[in-house]
Each structure stands twice: as C-alpha cells, then as structure tokens.
C-alpha cells in the first residue's frame, strides 16, 4: 500500500481534503466512462496545478510512429493509441472577474469528490474563498450516460457566502489538446470546421493519418431562482476552440446552476458529413429528458447492471469497496453492445500502453463478461479476434511464417501488430494460446458449440500452425524445443523453452486438432467449408500431432517442479522477503539488466499454467509448484495477486488468498505499485471478480456441470454473487455456517457443491 486518503464505503468512492500533490491519483481513480466514451476526473474550472488532462473516445486511435534507437527488422512501424480527444467539459469561472482556481485560491475548505458507483455519478463538493476575498460553496456533478452514449452531463452549483458576486460562466470545446503519451509530440487533431447555434457549439475534426471524423459538442444553459436562461450574453471563438458567456448577479446565499450537455458523434456510427445534425439530434433528445431526466434514466442502468454483477460481502467494507469498484470499472469500460471495440488495460482512464487490446481479455475479462452480462456479450469478444485473423496472418507473414499461420498482436486497435518493445512484439508469443484458450473456455462454459464451425475453427488453425512452425527439433533432446521467447514473466526476457509457452503450445495444436474432428463429424458444410478456405491437408496435421507429442518441458528432479525456463535455476534464488524494501518495486529501483538476472517474477508464469489447465494437475503438484514460484514472485503486474488468490483459496490458504484478494481489489484505491496517476488497471480487475468467484466461491465447470467449493475469509461474515449461466440466474450466498444456492431466473439446474449433486428449482 502506498496511499490511504480514499474513505472506506461499500457504495462510494470518497476523497476529502484538497491535496495538490494527489490530484493526478484522483483524476484516474474518479474516471468515468460508458463503454463509447470516457474521461479522467479533470476539474470542469480552470486548474493551473499539475494535471493529467484526458478525455478518450472508444475505437478512436492515431498511429503513432514507432521510436527506437536501433531499427530491427519487423518492428511494427506505429503503437496505435487511444488519443486525448477534443475536450467537452470545461467551464471556466470568474467571480467579479477573478477566475475560479484552486492553485489560486487563497483558503480551501470542506473539500470532497465522490465516486457514486451505484447510480453512476462523480461529484465535487468544496468551499473557496477567491483571491479577491469573496467566499463560495461549489457542487459540481458530472455523468455519461449510459442509455444516450454519445452525451455526458454537468450541472455547476455556486454559492457565494460572504457577499453578492457577478458570477460568469464560460463553457466551451477546445480541439486544441495534447497526448500525455507521445512518441514525437505529432499533432493528433486537424480541425475542419467551427460553428455555434443560440447555446450550442460544435467542433469537427478529423485524427491525422487515421481520419476518424468526429463532432465535439456542448449545449449549455443557466438557472437562478425560477429564471432558465439559455441564450449566451456573448460568443468567443477562437481557432481551435468555441466557447460562451453567461453572466449572472448572485445575491449573498442564494444558488446559481448550470447546467451542460456535451460528447462526440463519430463517423464510425454516422455519416462524416453529418456529424453535426447527429449531434443536434442527441442534444435534442437528452434536452427533452433534462438534467434531472437523464439522471434518472442513468440511475436505473446502473441498478440493472448492479442486479445482475454486484458483489455483496458483509463485514469487511474495504474488501466490499475494492470488487465494486473494479465491477463498476469494467462495465464503464466495456458494456459489450459494439464487436468493434474492445477491453484496453487502462480503459478510458490514461494513455499507457496505447489503450489497446492486450491479451488480457481473453485471459481475465472473457469469464466476468460471460457471467455477468451473457454469452453474447462474451461472443462479441471472441468474433473481435475473428475479425482481425487476416491480420494476424499478415502480422505471421512479416516474421516469416507461411501457409496460413497466424500470429495475434500483443498490442492492437484494428488487428495489426503495433507494440514496438522487441522482447514483447518477437517473443511474448503465449499471446495466441489465450485466444484459443478463450474459445475453448467460451464452449465450455456456455455450451454454444456454433462458434467454432463457424468462426473458431478458422482461428484455431492458425493458430496451430504458428506453433508448429515456431518450435524447432533438438537433436540433443530429441524433443521439440521453443527458442528465445518471453513468458507471462516479462522479467525474463529472450529464453528457451518457457514452460508456459511450450505447453500451451502443446495444448492448442491438440485442441485444434479435437475440434477438427469434431466438426469434421457434426458440421460437414462448414468443416468443408473450412478445410477449402484453409487449404488444410492430412500431412499438415500429423505434423501437429508429432509436434504435441514431442514438445520439451524443462523439469527439476531435485525440486521436483517443471522450470519456468531452462536456466531458471541458475539464478541467485534469493527470495522476495529478503530484498530490502527500499529496492521496491524493483522496476522503479533496478536497471533492466539486474532485473533479468533476477530470479524475480513479475507475475504468474508457470502457475499461469496451472490456472489454465488446473485439471491437468494434482492439487500436491499445484501446491509444489505454488510454494517453490510464489516465493520469488515480485507481484508488480496488476494481474499477479489474482491468479494467485485464486490458487491459495484451491489450496485452503485462506489468510493468503485474502490478502492476494486485497491487493488485488484495491491496486489502484491504494496504490500498491506507485503508478495509478497514470490510469487505472482496467483488465486485471476482471480478476479481483475471478478471486472471489473462482477462488473463493471454488465455481468451476467440469463435465458440463457448474461447480462449487466454497470458502470464506475469517474477515467477513457473508458473501454473494450472480452468475448468469445458460440461461439461468444463480445466487451463491457463502456465510461462516454454510452457503445456499438458489436459481432467480431460468429453469431447474444440477450443480456440485464439494462434489455432492444438488438440484436446484
């Protein structure tokens, strides 16, 4: 833990006091989104401390060209990122024309932001007096609506308290904006055309090289007693932004209100050309609604989503306040409503790691969207991947694959490679055994077995004849190896034979190999279908067998463990409880060279294994390999507690498992790795649900069946979760005397509970 400012709630996200120095923590830790867009919690008013300005469009990206010191063929010419958008939000103030700012501001008092994750809203409260002595109490609330996702809302609340002032509101759009993250300072935004109507204002720009044309738009007006005032006393447009003034006398204690509209059309659901009329009508519908409206519009979309993926625990409200705030995370991320889109590691929350899509999704988010939301949410991630195959052949093809093979980007907006580290784009290849993974993990759990015949097969042939080309025989081992790769464990880089890898490798080209059979016997068009379109033949996959068959998996007799990697063991094997604190986390500490020498691990490797394939083991071999990796396991990746919170609970380590559960809920809220200004850890989040739902609640799918083998922490009194499991709704209720099961919706089910049948009505 590195921070510990955020007040405990189980509803809220709530920071009091004003500290300029947690400013940048705040505004990713009080983001908001809706799935189309998002922004960080940047003050409405002008600030001219230190800020992280960002606002982020979902499926927007610029191509940003690669910068390295030293070219190597096959490096990816671009890192796609998820770029700053035209900024919507600001509302400049002045009281008796002194700008409101809380740099400037003389005395700050009863300060507050909340984070309202039930209904959906973001709120500051506080009371300031101004430069020129005049003191004044500010509410400002902001949303993106869920059910109009084009549009966010504002309402601007100022008091004055110790005298009469002339209050002026100045919103406005400004394209003029800068990215955090850049590679060569490059202008992202072109601007085309400016223009207003009565209260109305629109930007239209377009990216550079990308060309998605997108309107930026506000409408806006004000309230003081019973007057609604929504014509601007004057018009301030500038070259790269637009802007109004609304003036307003305001007696000593009463209230003044404004109140504004705003957000993006984009080209990717309208007409280029008629981003602007797309605009007016989204203004159009929420002014119908109003304020007040669309706030109660965005209260019951959150209560629909919280009935069907709340997480209830009683008696612990850290604990509580940490999985409601990465469920509500995840939906404000990803509702699963556009296949276009995706799940990026910071979501709409900073610009690290571009806001792509990693293969986090299909290794942590797939089981939260298929259990909480339905399979067709969790479908339309699956068809993501099967859209972008040609692709990640061409991306194969440029490495020098053939035939078909098909290599999955490690970073990606539209399917082509675009991460420009070279241990990551060449080596960090067990990416494309978490996409077959995910089909494999999709059928299983939703018994929807048209996804393969008539998409999944596709994919998993190329993925199979990536592994079959990447590995090489060894005349020493008479084994297949695989060469100069890098595992889950970025901190190791350019290895041989990473256990992980190889076996996942194993692993898919026989999967492919059981569904090419399959379909084979149960959907002839389509394996006809497929065979033709793939030119497969019968010596290229008894070639696949042979390879299966024959893959080399580094072992230690003496411990009797598989080796993450054939030299693990000739590392220092000086555990984490003996480095000196000071030195962590060692990333921010070490240079690079020291730290792949380390037998340090960044996050779960072999045991990422073990938690794939936990059927394939022994629980002593799982306990085995747990109590030699753990020890040396650094947890600086925010997907490292899960993984590990899920075993220890299998192990019935209970006190373990919560901790990893803690560390895991609360990442960001407190700050573990010293990084959450940057933005938030959007996809690991879907493992703090995977702690309590696989690790504590023990829920599985074996034989077809659903599974369960509840535990509980000591710390709390009870928990409950939803799944939502073909068709049926299931609520697990997991107390210290027991757990009850009961199905809310669908018909009767057969679950196991500790390996016994129960039926459920």
Not at 63 to 75: A, E, I, L
Not at 213 to 236: E, R
């Amino acid at each position: 833990m590195n921070q510990d400012y955020i007040q405990p709630n189980p509803w809220s996200i709530i920071e009091e006091d004003f500290d300029q120095d947690r400013v940048k923590s705040s505004e990713s830790l009080f983001s908001i989104g809706n799935g189309a867009m998002g922004q960080r919690a940047n003050f409405e008013e002008s600030y001219s401390g230190p800020s992280f300005q960002g606002s982020y469009i979902g499926g927007v990206y610029y191509p940003d060209k690669t910068r390295v010191g030293w070219w190597k063929n096959g490096y990816p010419e671009y890192f796609a990122k998820v770029i700053n958008a035209p900024n919507w939000i600001g509302i400049d103030v002045e009281i008796d024309g002194t700008p409101l700012d809380l740099t400037t501001c003389t005395h700050i008092k009863n300060f507050k932001r909340e984070l309202n994750m039930k209904e959906g809203w973001y709120q500051r409260n506080f009371v300031a007096t101004t430069p020129n002595n005049i003191e004044i109490a500010v509410v400002a609330t902001r949303f993106l609506s869920l059910s109009h996702d084009e549009v966010g809302a504002i309402k601007f609340e100022i008091t004055p308290l110790n005298s009469d002032a002339k209050i002026v509101f100045k919103p406005y759009v400004d394209a003029g904006i800068t990215n955090e993250d850049s590679n060569w300072d490059d202008k992202f935004w072109n601007t085309t055309n400016i223009e207003s109507d009565k209260n109305r204002a629109f930007i239209e720009s377009h990216t550079m090289k990308t060309h998605f044309n997108v309107c930026t738009f506000m409408q806006a007006h004000l309230v003081y007693g019973d007057t609604l005032k929504d014509t601007p006393d004057s018009l301030n447009e500038k070259k790269l932004s637009i802007g109004f003034e609304f003036h307003q006398n305001v007696k000593k204690g009463e209230k003044v209100s404004f109140v504004k509209f705003g957000g993006y059309t984009v080209d990717r659901n309208h007409d280029a050309d008629k981003l602007t009329q797309a605009a007016h009508d989204a203004l159009d519908q929420v002014s119908s609604l109003g304020y007040d409206g669309l706030m109660e519009e965005q209260k019951k979309a959150w209560a629909q989503i919280w009935e069907m993926s709340d997480i209830t625990i009683e008696g612990d409200v850290k604990a509580q306040q940490g999985i409601r705030f990465n469920i509500f995370q995840l939906n404000q991320t990803y509702t699963g409503t556009d296949s276009r889109l995706n799940i990026g590691p910071k979501g709409f929350t900073g610009e690290k790691y571009g806001g792509s899509t990693y293969w986090d999704t299909e290794a942590y988010c797939l089981p939260f969207y298929m259990a909480t939301k339905n399979q067709e949410v969790a479908r339309k991630l699956l068809k993501y991947r099967y859209n972008h195959l040609e692709k990640a052949i061409e991306n194969a093809e440029k490495l020098g694959f053939k035939n078909g093979a098909a290599l999955y980007p490690m970073v990606t907006m539209n399917g082509e490679e675009c991460h420009n580290e070279w241990e990551i784009t060449f080596e960090e290849i067990h990416r494309n055994g978490a996409i077959a993974y995910a089909i494999y993990n999709y059928t299983k759990y939703t018994q929807d077995h048209s996804y393969i015949p008539e998409m999944g097969l596709e994919v998993l042939i190329g993925i199979a004849r990536f592994w079959q080309q990447r590995v090489n025989w060894s005349e020493h081992r008479k084994k297949y190896v695989m060469l100069g790769v890098t595992g889950p464990n970025e901190y190791e880089n350019n290895v041989n034979n990473n256990w992980y890898t190889n076996y996942l490798a194993k692993w898919c080209l026989e999967y492919a190999l059981e569904q090419l059979e399959d379909v084979r016997q149960n959907y002839p068009k389509d394996y006809k279908r497929v065979l033709e379109k793939t030119k497969l033949g019968n010596d290229e996959t008894g070639l696949w067998k042979k390879v299966a068959a024959h893959m080399y998996f580094p072992y230690s007799e003496e411990h009797g463990v598989y080796l993450q990697q054939d030299g693990f063991l000739d590392k220092d094997l000086v555990r984490v409880a003996d480095l000196d604190k000071k030195e962590r986390p060692i990333n921010q500490h070490w240079s690079w060279d020291r730290i792949l020498r380390s037998p340090y691990i960044k996050q779960a490797d072999t045991l990422q294994g073990f938690y794939f394939f936990e059927d394939h083991f022994t629980e002593q071999e799982l306990e085995k390999h747990f109590d030699f990796y753990e020890p040396f396991t650094v947890h600086e990746s925010s997907l490292s507690p899960c993984v590990h919170s899920v075993q220890a609970a299998k192990l019935g380590r209970m006190e373990q498992a919560y901790t990893f559960y803690l560390r895991t809920s609360r990442l960001d809220l407190d700050d573990y790795n010293k990084e959450v200004e940057e933005g938030l850890h959007i996809t690991s989040m879907a493992g703090t649900w995977m702690s309590i739902v696989e690790g504590f609640g023990g829920m599985r799918v074996r034989d077809g069946k659903l599974c369960f083998s509840p535990k509980i922490p000591e710390q709390w009194d009870r928990y409950s979760f939803k799944i939502n499991f073909r068709d049926r709704v299931l609520k697990v209720t997991v107390a210290q005397n027991g757990a009850t099961f009961t199905i809310d919706e669908g018909e009767s089910l057969e679950i196991l509970v500790n390996g016994e049948s129960i039926i459920l009505n």
